[in-house]
């Protein structure tokens, strides 16, 4: 599927839109408990999401953040990095992007750029990306001994079903803003990204952090089997809410709005959907 060989990119049995409904609902049920265990225990836990370009990385990430408190679960993305953080030591400018105790971070592209991206298109030395996959499980190690959390997801997609999402994007205006120059520069590149990608896992895929490959050419699955996956693989229970009650409102003090007139309202631009009356 993700290697030289290239798929078809058929999707067999595709999960029912209403059965896909109530499983994502569950689980994002699970999610809300998930969170409020990180943070009740001040644990700390990253996502790193990664994979070719319309592989579905971000769909499955919002489904993941849909119900979540984004003062606990935060979305990392980061542009390229400024011409100062190009000087820095790689991982640095990840490093800052670590959770606290009780927070989640989930990183949509993470420092594997170097292992892709960089590497294919020739934004980084040979030299540059050897010592990132030397350091790279040098330092995922140092985060786990450090007790942070820590799970790495591969969008694994077809090269057919990915021309077709690409090209549904050039289609659709609202989803337009996804693809870059670059993005049509990668498609062109299929096999040099897969051994990439081949070289990557080789060398990162570790005991203390090892690579999930999640087969997303069905969307709905793919979201179903990684938020499932992520949720066995953290050992987080129930946490007692706080018992909460309404309070009753308090008796009016004489209080009145100031009329409509004096306050500008945005037009009803609803109502014109509307019949005539």
């Not at 490093?95 to 594997?112: H, K, T």
């Not at 991206?117 to 040098?138: A, D, I, K, N």
Request: net charge positive; glycine share 6%; aromatic share 10%.
């Amino acid at each position: 599927m993700e290697g030289g060989a290239r798929s078809d990119g058929g999707v067999p049995g595709r999960l029912p839109r209403a059965v896909y409904g109530d499983e994502l609902f569950r689980l994002q049920t699970e999610l809300v408990k998930l969170q409020e265990w990180v943070r009740a225990e001040g644990e700390r836990l990253v996502v790193v999401f990664e994979g070719r370009d319309a592989a579905g990385k971000g769909g499955t990430i919002k489904r993941v953040t849909e119900h979540l408190n984004p003062r606990v679960a935060r979305i990392v993305a980061l542009p390229v990095p400024t011409e100062r953080e190009r000087t820095q030591w790689y991982f640095q400018r990840y490093v800052e992007q670590l959770p606290a105790a009780g927070e989640i971070v989930l990183f949509d592209r993470s420092w594997y750029n170097r292992a892709g991206v960089e590497r294919v298109m020739g934004f980084c030395t040979s030299e540059e990306y050897q010592r990132f996959l030397h350091q790279c499980p040098v330092v995922e190690r140092m985060l786990v001994e450090d007790g942070i959390l820590l799970r790495k997801y591969w969008f694994s997609v077809s090269d057919a079903e990915q021309e077709a999402r690409l090209r549904r994007r050039l289609d659709d205006p609202t989803r337009r803003w996804k693809l870059s120059a670059m993005d049509l520069e990668s498609f062109t590149r299929w096999e040099a990204y897969s051994r990439a990608k081949d070289e990557m896992f080789t060398r990162t895929d570790i005991r203390e952090a090892p690579w999930y490959v999640v087969d997303s050419d069905d969307k709905r699955s793919a979201r179903i089997n990684m938020i499932a996956h992520l949720l066995s693989t953290v050992p987080y229970g129930d946490v007692e809410p706080p018992r909460l009650r309404l309070p009753p409102r308090p008796a009016s003090t004489g209080y009145r709005r100031p009329p409509r007139d004096l306050q500008t309202y945005v037009p009803d631009h609803a109502a014109t959907l509307l019949p005539p009356r």
